[in-house]
């Protein structure tokens, strides 16, 4: 089964266990927003991650004005891939 988790390489674990990449995205971009309020130039690094078969998976989500795209993920297992378009 996929899980989606959501880390940063400088801030840690910030959410996990995930049953869909929406419920990641959301957390990401919170964790997004609340970083950004703090000022002095504080950013997120949170990036969404898939788990499957204890490995983790980058995948690449990218957000603009117009909201969330998800794509290039073609490297990705098809179990994974699956579950990004469910």
């Known amino acids: 089964m996929v899980k989606f988790l959501v880390r940063g390489s400088v801030r840690g674990k910030i959410s996990d266990n995930h049953r869909t990449l929406s ?3 959301r957390s ?3 964790d ?3 970083c950004s309020r703090l000022g ?3 950013y997120s ?3 969404v991650y898939a788990r499957l078969d204890g490995q983790e ?3 690449e989500i990218f957000t603009d004005n117009l909201g969330v795209v998800v794509r ?3 490297h990705l ?3 994974i891939q699956a579950a990004i378009q469910a």
């Open 77 to 79: 297992p098809a179990e």
């Open 40 to 42: 002095g130039g504080s």
């Open 72 to 74: 290039d993920n073609f």
């Open 28 to 30: 990401m971009l919170k």
């Open 32 to 34: 997004h927003r609340s």
């Open 57 to 59: 998976y980058h995948v």
């Open 23 to 25: 419920g990641a995205v």
């Open 45 to 47: 690094d949170a990036r």
